[in-house]
């Protein structure tokens, strides 16, 4: 099977589907974005003409509802190209540290589960299966969970939400698959043996930014869905909903640094290993020198001992997780983004409301 190949600092990268669809269109990422996010909304006015939501009252829920689904959408291809940066500056670090010519890393590459056509195939199917399972929209139940106050004619609704419903529950399972099978890359790659220098993490660095990224990505993506949302209460349902949105996307940033944590764990205990061995070697001929009364050749052992015992301590302060602290300060920030934006649009309606009842 072939795989595109785009050019990166140090590494030819294979392209994931969407990415490879959008070079195919010879369209920035931002045009792509802009125009499908114009053929939804250009969707979503004839849908409401049709339904006849356009002469009827302005109904606010009506609009902030059917505008949810083009604004994830459009969300995620103007995310997309951040991750797909991420991830590559990633990968690339990685190949200093691999023993192999670059054929082989490239063919490692290729046969990694994100880059494997027929799975985000797969993907992508089952999860428009699964969003249209979610919200039926061929049920009147269904669509009153998204409209509470129905058109004259809901067919078109359900026209509306088996296309762009359908749409965004594809693109939010290819995304978590893409997501999840990025992890299994960096997993697979941290299984080869690699030239690690413990007292220089900073390799590893970039895929704590990448999986800060797919975080950020996530929660960020649930704090948009605030906005949409026509009636939202702080209720306990709400806060278990939210709170699951925010901690899974947390729980993937630490799944995905788990296993290069196993890494540097190993080379570190490699590097204690060594330098242990040279603490008993020392600590042997230092005893046999005192034995011999040879003190003149004590000194320099001592001397080489504490060097070794210094050493050890050096390596056992090496941190055992590939974040910075400002890795760190970013997620927990980030974990707070969905309650801020929930905060300005209850402030933001109340003040709207006040000004609309005031005479």
């Given at each position: 099977m072939k795989y595109t190949m785009t050019e990166s600092a140090t590494v030819k990268m294979p392209t994931i589907l969407v990415e490879e669809f959008v070079k195919r269109t010879r369209l920035s990422w931002l045009r792509v974005a802009v125009a499908v996010g114009l053929v939804l909304i250009l969707f979503?006015?004839?849908?409401?003409?049709?339904?006849?939501?356009?002469?009827?009252?302005?109904?606010?829920g009506f609009w902030r509802a059917?505008?949810?689904?083009?604004?994830?959408?459009?969300?995620?291809?103007?995310?997309?190209?951040?991750?797909?940066?991420?991830?590559?500056?990633?990968?690339?670090?990685?190949?200093?540290?691999?023993?192999?010519?670059?054929?082989?890393?490239?063919?490692?590459?290729?046969?990694?589960?994100?880059?494997?056509?027929?799975?985000?195939?797969?993907?992508?199917?089952?999860?428009?299966?699964?969003?249209?399972?979610?919200?039926?929209?061929?049920?009147?139940?269904?669509?009153?969970?998204?409209w509470p106050?129905?058109?004259?004619?809901?067919?078109?609704?359900?026209?509306?939400?088996?296309?762009?419903?359908?749409?965004w529950g594809g693109l939010q399972g290819w995304t978590v698959y893409s997501s999840l099978s990025g992890m299994r890359l960096f997993t697979g790659l941290q299984h080869h043996p690699l030239d690690i220098n413990i007292f220089d993490l900073r390799p590893l660095q970039p895929i704590g930014r990448w999986s800060l990224g797919v975080a950020v990505i996530f929660i960020g993506g649930s704090a948009l869905s605030l906005?949409?949302?026509?009636?939202l209460t702080l209720n306990v349902e709400t806060i278990v909903l939210y709170g699951i949105l925010v901690?899974?996307?947390?729980?993937?940033?630490?799944?995905?640094?788990?296993s290069t944590r196993q890494t540097i764990v190993a080379a570190?205990?490699?590097?204690?290993?060594?330098?242990?061995d040279h603490l008993v070697t020392a600590s042997l001929s230092l005893d046999?020198?005192?034995?011999?009364?040879?003190?003149?050749?004590?000194?320099?052992?001592?001397?080489?001992?504490?060097?070794?015992?210094?050493?050890?301590?050096?390596?056992?302060?090496?941190?055992?997780?590939?974040?910075?602290?400002?890795?760190?300060?970013?997620?927990?920030?980030?974990?707070?983004?969905?309650?801020?934006?929930?905060?300005?649009?209850?402030m933001v309606l109340d003040l709207l409301k006040q000004v609309v009842s005031s005479p």
């Open positions: 979503l006015v004839g849908v409401a003409f049709l339904a006849g939501v356009l002469t009827a009252p302005f109904d606010a059917g505008l949810l689904f083009p604004a994830i959408i459009v969300y995620i291809l103007l995310t997309l190209p951040v991750l797909q940066r991420l991830r590559n500056r990633a990968i690339a670090s990685f190949r200093p540290l691999a023993p192999m010519d670059d054929e082989g890393f490239e063919q490692l590459l290729a046969q990694a589960p994100i880059f494997a056509r027929r799975l985000e195939w797969l993907a992508l199917c089952g999860g428009i299966v699964g969003g249209l399972l979610l919200w039926r929209p061929w049920e009147y139940a269904g669509l009153s969970r998204i106050s129905l058109g004259a004619r809901p067919g078109w609704l359900v026209l509306y939400m088996l296309i762009v419903g359908g749409l906005l949409f949302v026509p009636q901690l899974t996307p947390v729980l993937v940033f630490f799944l995905n640094m788990l570190k205990r490699r590097k204690l290993d060594m330098v242990r046999e020198q005192v034995a011999q009364d040879q003190l003149e050749h004590a000194e320099v052992l001592l001397d080489s001992f504490a060097a070794w015992v210094a050493y050890e301590e050096r390596v056992k302060k090496v941190p055992e997780w590939p974040y910075t602290s400002e890795i760190r300060r970013n997620l927990v920030l980030s974990t707070l983004l969905p309650l801020a934006v929930w905060l300005v649009r209850e």
